[in-house]
């Protein structure tokens, strides 16, 4: 058998006033969704905990079955996305060009994410691409538009904090140590590295000719980067041995590829060209001719990005076109019998209020020949309350893919040296040569 899990990223939602207290799947048309539903066994699902609300590549990383204590960090697995050489020791950090206003001794947002060509965005990092303090090297690599990467190397350490408010009208943070057990010195010298040139990139930023000109024609400076998520590489076991299944993913963008890549899965590299539906269709229809994966991940970030727009009309429109992809996965995914359909979210993103991501459960559907059939006709975080999964978390998903694929090994059968959960697993059959 095969899974084909589809993460509609951001579904899940809060009650909207304008919905009089639905959410927006609540509230949208969904006849393929709620069809699905209708056949499978239903709950809800939080990767980590209720009320925690989680980004999408940590609960990537818990979905594919992996402890949030192994996490590379978003920095690196988005930088090994975009095809940036980050080194065994180098840490990784998300960086973007920011308006700031200096306040007495510290620097004020103004504008978060300034619309700026890639053209111009590449002749302002080109001021401070490269520093180095106290044998600390940090290079400032361009991806799209405002949007940078920074490579560190020397003795460095990923355990530090952010310096990205992410709300105007708050300062500039210093970078700290994150306090932990084990963090010494390496992470203070890299955070007061790090620091030294923030402040750096302000004084160069200001004083370049560009800035000069944008002040004249009364526009923003684009005077400061900002930092966030530092990471760098980990040692993972890859999900091929983890869990006994050959992945691919299919998705389309940079934090995917970057995981899926470092966790040993094949990566499908689709674009998102503004077609909702017929992007999905075109998944849907990759994966169900995959016939060479027994654990296929397809993706799209649409409802994600149409909850950050905190329209929840324009959400429900979103949710609508991804349905009618869905009946893809009505008509020509789940006649096939050897398939596990699981659809799901990794994380709520509502379409109101002022949070990046929320903390509620998302729905959660899986279809196959295996599962039981519940009373739920309809696919929301409402009804697939009543379902018979009840409420699932973290790494209970893969185990239960596991359990549906006919997969999932015994407790107590020990057939490799590894505890691992699927069977049979890689074991060496009895040799006459060797005992003979
Ligand atoms: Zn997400």
């Not at 939602?13 to 949208?28: E, I, M, N, S, V």
């Not at 904090?161 to 203070?188: F, H, L, N």
């Not at 296929?296 to 727009?309: N, S």
């Not at 893809?328 to 509502?350: C, Q």
Request: proline share 4%; charged share 25%; with cysteine.
């Amino acid at each position: 058998m095969r899974c084909i899990l589809i993460i509609l990223d951001g579904l899940g939602d809060r009650g909207q006033d304008c919905f009089d207290g639905k959410t927006p799947l609540y509230a949208g048309y969904t006849p393929h969704l709620d069809h699905l539903a209708s056949l499978g066994m239903n709950g809800l699902y939080h990767t980590l905990m209720q009320g925690i609300p989680m980004s999408s590549e940590t609960a990537h990383f818990i979905i594919f079955g992996y402890d949030l204590r192994d996490f590379p960090g978003r920095g690196f697995i988005e930088a090994i996305g975009e095809g940036v050489e980050v080194k065994k020791n180098d840490v990784a950090i998300l960086c973007h060009l920011s308006s700031v206003q200096r306040v007495d001794d510290n620097l004020i947002l103004r504008y978060g994410c300034p619309d700026l060509s890639s053209e111009h965005a590449k002749i302002l990092k080109g001021a401070i691409q490269s520093y180095e303090s106290d044998g600390i090297r940090i290079n400032l690599v361009h991806s799209k538009k405002i949007h940078g990467f920074l490579i560190l190397n020397g003795k460095v350490s990923s355990s530090i904090t952010d310096s990205d408010p992410i709300y105007e009208g708050r300062p500039v943070m210093e970078v700290m140590p994150i306090k932990q057990e084990g963090a010494g010195t390496v992470s203070v010298k890299t955070a007061e590295a790090l620091n030294r040139y923030l402040i750096w990139c302000h004084q160069k930023l200001s004083a370049h000719h560009m800035n000069k000109e944008r002040t004249t024609s009364k526009l923003l400076p684009i005077n400061a980067l900002v930092t966030q998520r530092a990471g760098g590489k980990r040692q993972l076991q890859p999900f091929r041995d983890k869990w006994g299944l050959r992945g691919l993913s299919i998705s389309s963008g940079a934090i995917y590829w970057g995981l899926c890549e470092e966790l040993g899965m094949d990566v499908v590299k689709v674009k998102d060209t503004g077609n909702i539906e017929e992007d999905l269709k075109y998944r849907l229809r990759y994966a169900r001719d995959a016939h060479d994966y027994n654990f296929i991940h397809v993706h799209t970030k649409m409802p994600d990005e149409a909850g950050h727009t905190k329209n929840p009309w324009y959400k429900k429109e979103v949710i609508e076109a991804i349905d009618r992809a869905m009946s893809v996965a009505v008509n020509e995914i789940i006649p096939d019998r050897e398939i596990l359909l699981v659809v799901s979210a990794d994380h709520s993103t509502a379409s109101s209020g002022g949070m990046i991501h929320t903390g509620e459960t998302v729905p959660l559907t899986m279809v196959g020949k295996y599962v039981r059939r519940d009373e739920v006709g309809h696919f929301n975080e409402i009804a697939c309350a009543k379902g018979s999964l009840g409420i699932m978390k973290g790494k209970e998903l893969m185990y239960m893919i596991l359990n549906f694929l006919d997969m999932a090994k015994m407790q107590g059968l020990m057939d490799t040296q590894i505890d691992q959960p699927y069977y049979p697993g890689h074991f060496n059959p009895l040799n006459f040569k060797k005992y003979g």
